[in-house]
C-alpha cells in the first residue's frame, strides 16, 4: 500500500521546477482549475491539497528540464513535514526541498488518511 501510495503522490506531485535565484518568473506558479470526479476518496483530495501547496512555492524556469529528484518526506499529524531527503539533480532538489519547506501543507483530514501518507516519496521532474 506505501508503494501505491508513493506512487499516486509521484504522479499527483509531477511538477516543474526551477532554482529561484535563476528564474526570471517573480510570480508562483498559478493552478489550472481540473476537473475533478464527482467522488474523490479522501486520499486522493489530500494529495491534491499538498501539490497544490507546494506547486504554490515553486518557480518555474527552463533550467531543470529533463532532471528530476525524489524526495523522500516524513509528515506529522498536523501536516508538518519534519524530515525531507532528496536524491537527485543537486540544484533541482534544493529548489524541491526549499518549495516543501515553505509549503503550507495542511493536516490530514483523518488517521487513515495520514497513515497511507506520513512518509512517502515526491518525484520532481520539471516538463
Do not use: W
Amino acid at each position: 500500500m506505501k508503494k501505491l501510495t508513493s506512487v499516486c503522490l509521484g504522479c499527483l506531485l509531477f511538477v516543474s521546477a526551477c532554482s529561484p535565484h535563476k528564474s526570471t518568473r517573480t510570480q508562483p506558479i498559478e493552478l489550472q482549475p481540473q476537473e475533478m470526479a464527482p467522488f474523490v476518496d479522501k486520499t486522493t483530495y489530500y494529495l491534491r491539497a499538498i501539490q497544490t501547496a507546494i506547486q504554490r512555492k515553486f518557480f518555474i524556469g527552463d533550467n531543470y528540464r529533463g532532471k528530476t529528484c525524489d524526495v523522500t518526506i516524513k509528515m506529522s499529524k498536523d501536516g508538518l513535514i519534519y524530515d525531507a531527503q532528496g536524491s537527485g539533480y543537486p540544484p533541482l532538489c534544493e529548489a524541491a526541498l526549499k518549495a516543501i519547506k515553505n509549503a503550507d501543507i495542511p493536516a490530514p483530514p483523518d488517521d487513515e488518511t495520514y497513515q497511507r501518507i506520513k512518509k512517502t516519496i515526491i518525484t520532481f521532474q520539471p516538463d
